[in-house]
Structures are given as structure tokens and as C-alpha cells.
């Protein structure tokens, strides 16, 4: 069965995770109030205390799931450490939910440059001026050093900070959730060993 035709009680008989997730995202973006790409980014930190937060999808194919941000913040410095990464999507308004787990890896300068620079001025100035992550003494240091890069880049072209780019998990894991009544939810989880290798689909107790 298509994924494209899937109605809510019958998704188990896709055998293509990324089909059904892609479904579920295009419906998600009709249904969403607000950012329906939004997804938590869970990872550990090197004393081994998980974190989490939300950041946007910026495209996912079969070769997994793209985001982008500062390689110095808490994220990218946890992210380049691990090597690890789980994700969480949640669309209310569906009642559905997908976690997907693997390893993560850098894109590539040129998919990184092209994102960059699809992005809004104010939000390229903002890549240059942020550290991330790090203590800030006031928010008229933010302003001081948005109005500097502003003033450094005010003609022409504003170039990709080295620090910023974006990581591609790679699923070995992608469950697919959804709201029954009674909490009798269906659950369905597509694993493999590793990249490139054959799905197996499951079916488990809610």
C-alpha cells in the first residue's frame, strides 16, 4: 500500500520507513499550527547526563535527517563527541509521534554553504554573532556584536562562519506512534543493523 493513501489505523503495511515518515510529515504540515518540522534532539553530555531540545528538520532522504546550528554549543560539541543522536517528532493535532535513533555524521561543505545561504540576512548575521551556548554577560552584548557583523557585512555576500553546519542522523531505529482509544496505541518500529542494511518492522504492545 502506498503511504501516500494511508489512513491512521493501517500503516503497518508500509515497508518503507521513510515513505511512511514522509506521509506523516506532509500531513503534519496541513494539520500543525506552528513548525510542524520541529523534533527534540536528545544527546549526552561527556559526564554521561542526557540533554534535549528542540531544533527544526531542514530536509531528510534515505540517507537520514538534516539540522543545522553552531558546532560550539552544548548541542554540536555533545553531537561531535558521541557520535550519537535520538530525535522526536510530535504532531498533537494527528496524535502521532515518531523517535528515531542512530549514528550522526557532518554534511558536506557544499550542502552546508547552500543552506546557509538560503537563510534570511538577519539570521546569517546571527550565526556570526552568537556563541552559543556560552555565558552572556547581558543582552546588549548579543545587540553590540549583531550590530558589528552587521557593519562588517554590510555589502555584498555574508559567508558561512567555520563553525556552523549542520549533522545528518542516519536511522538504525524509526518508530512510528499512534493514539488508540483506551491507550491501546498502535506502535510500530522498523530497525537495522546498520546503514544500508534491511529493515525488519515490529509490532509492539502499547
Known amino acids: 500500500m502506498p ?7 493501517d500503516f503497518s503495511e508500509v515497508d518503507d520507513p521513510f515513505a511512511l515518515f514522509g506521509a506523516w510529515l506532509s500531513e503534519a504540515t ?10 527534540a534532539v536528545a544527546t549526552v553530555d561527556p559526564d554521561g547526563m542526557p540533554n534535549v531540545r528542540m531544533v527544526l528538520l531542514k530536509g531528510f532522504d534515505a540517507a537520514g535527517f538534516v539540522f543545522y546550528t553552531n ?6 560539541r555533545e553531537l561531535t563527541a558521541s557520535g550519537k543522536a535520538a530525535l ?4 498533537k493535532s494527528l496524535r502521532r509521534q515518531v523517535r528515531i535513533r542512530g549514528p550522526v555524521s557532518t554534511v558536506s561543505e557544499a550542502e552546508a554553504d547552500a543552506y546557509y545561504a538560503s537563510r534570511p540576512r538577519g539570521s546569517r548575521i546571527g550565526a556570526w554573532a552568537s556563541q552559543q551556548s556560552r555565558p552572556m554577560e547581558g543582552r546588549f552584548a548579543l545587540e553590540k556584536a549583531v550590530a558589528r557583523y552587521t557593519a562588517k557585512f554590510g555589502i555584498g555576500e555574508i559567508p558561512r562562519p567555520p563553525h556552523w553546519s549542520g549533522f545528518r542522523i542516519t536511522p538504525l ?3 512510528f506512534w499512534h493514539d ?5 496505541h498502535d506502535r510500530i518500529v522498523f530497525s537495522r543493523a546498520d546503514d544500508g542494511a534491511d529493515w525488519t ?3 509492539l504492545y502499547p
Open 3 to 9: 503511504a501516500e493513501e494511508l489512513t491512521a489505523g
Open 173 to 175: 531505529q524509526i518508530e
Open 30 to 39: 496541513e494539520s500543525e499550527i506552528n513548525d510542524p518540522t520541529a523534533m
Open 201 to 203: 518492522k515490529d509490532r
Open 180 to 184: 488508540r482509544p483506551f491507550r491501546l
Open 88 to 91: 522526536l517528532f510530535h504532531w
Open 71 to 76: 558546532f560550539e554549543s552544548a548541542k554540536g
